[in-house]
């Protein structure tokens, strides 16, 4: 079974750029596509953006394009979420998942297309 740990969340102000962390305890990671959601308080959680097993695809939820980026390095086993120019509607909990299945598609948005989650990492946006 493959356990996922996030890191690197924070409180930062509005504009301001964070990195999140997500180590994965297995090598099998680099085998799987690999994703980011949030959950704001009150709300459903939402896709943030997937990665493929390689790194050479990526997609980015709207609102977060050209400002969030994500990356993976498979000799770490670890998947990455860069944010910069934050906002305060960014607050949430940041939750990393592994996909279920291989391959690459557009299931990858939805929350059922991982078995594996991360504890979650909360990042905070002062305006």
């Known amino acids: 079974q493959v356990q996922l740990v996030e890191s690197g969340g924070g409180l930062v102000q509005a504009g301001g750029s964070l990195r999140l962390s997500c180590e994965a305890s297995?090598?099998?990671?680099?085998?799987?596509?690999m994703g980011w959601f949030r959950q704001a308080p009150g709300k459903e959680r939402e896709f943030v953006a997937a990665?493929?097993?390689?790194?050479?695809?990526?997609f980015h939820e709207d609102s977060v394009k050209g400002r969030f980026t994500i990356s993976r390095d498979n000799a770490k086993n670890t998947v990455y979420l860069q944010m910069n120019s934050l906002k305060p509607e960014d607050t949430a909990v940041y939750y990393c998942a592994a996909a279920t299945l291989a391959g690459w598609g557009f299931w990858l948005v939805h929350l059922d297309g991982y078995n594996v989650w991360g504890q979650g990492t909360q990042v905070t946006v002062s305006s």
């Open positions: 297995e090598r099998t990671f680099s085998n799987h596509a």
């Open positions: 990665i493929s097993w390689s790194g050479g695809n990526a």
